[in-house]
């Protein structure tokens, strides 16, 4: 039907030739695990670091959620409702330096006054866009009921998650669980508060 260009068949090749066509296709196929690593390295020197945005940025953020007390004394409200400002300063890539002032209403007759200040040293367990992280802090702790202004000391235990909704904005869930182990307002939230909240946060940067 005319002359024009055929693929030509295995058996219409010398051994040679074939010998050829294999061994190129076999070094394009050893070189593909190696184009994909160097592809991999590229795009994460490409791709800013969020470990260096953590490092390099200060957090402010605004949380809503609720403060309970659940082996407070008889007729001590236990669940109130909680509103916070809190904030975190970077200090590498693993760790943060973070402060929270907090107030609790708790609804009961006569209605109780919770207040809360303290700082915490924050772990990031993981650097992804969740960053899961773990803290330790220390705290002053505020009551006033019917009149009768109480303080405490406490220590206590941070477990938050964080998702990075953009460079400059993220959202977050923290739980923190405070112990007061002096007691010095018997009126109060003693012996153990929770305070679990939803978290709003804007990163600025620091330099």
């Not at 592809?39 to 953590?54: G, H, I, K, N």
């Not at 803290?135 to 998702?163: M, N």
């Amino acid at each position: 039907m005319g002359s024009g260009w055929r693929l030509a068949a295995p058996e219409d090749l010398g051994p040679h030739a074939v010998s050829m066509v294999w061994g190129v296709m076999m070094s394009r196929l050893n070189l593909l695990p190696l184009a994909l690593i160097m592809s991999a390295l590229a795009l994460s020197f490409a791709t800013p670091s969020v470990a260096r945005a953590y490092e390099d940025q200060a957090t402010l953020g605004v949380d809503l959620g609720w403060l309970g007390a659940p082996s407070a004394e008889a007729g001590v409200p236990r669940n109130g409702v909680s509103l916070g400002l809190s904030g975190t300063l970077g200090l590498g890539d693993s760790w943060s330096l973070g402060g929270r002032v907090g107030y609790a209403l708790h609804p009961a007759d006569p209605t109780l006054h919770s207040g809360v200040g303290g700082l915490e040293l924050i772990y990031l367990v993981d650097v992804l866009r969740l960053v899961p992280s773990l803290g330790l802090g220390v705290d002053g702790f505020f009551s006033l009921r019917d009149g009768e202004l109480g303080a405490d000391l406490a220590v206590h235990a941070l477990l938050r998650l964080d998702f990075l909704f953009s460079r400059r904005l993220l959202f977050g869930v923290d739980f923190r669980v405070y112990a007061l182990p002096f007691a010095f307002d018997d009126g109060g939230l003693a012996p153990l508060a929770m305070q679990a909240g939803l978290r709003v946060s804007l990163t600025f940067d620091r330099y």
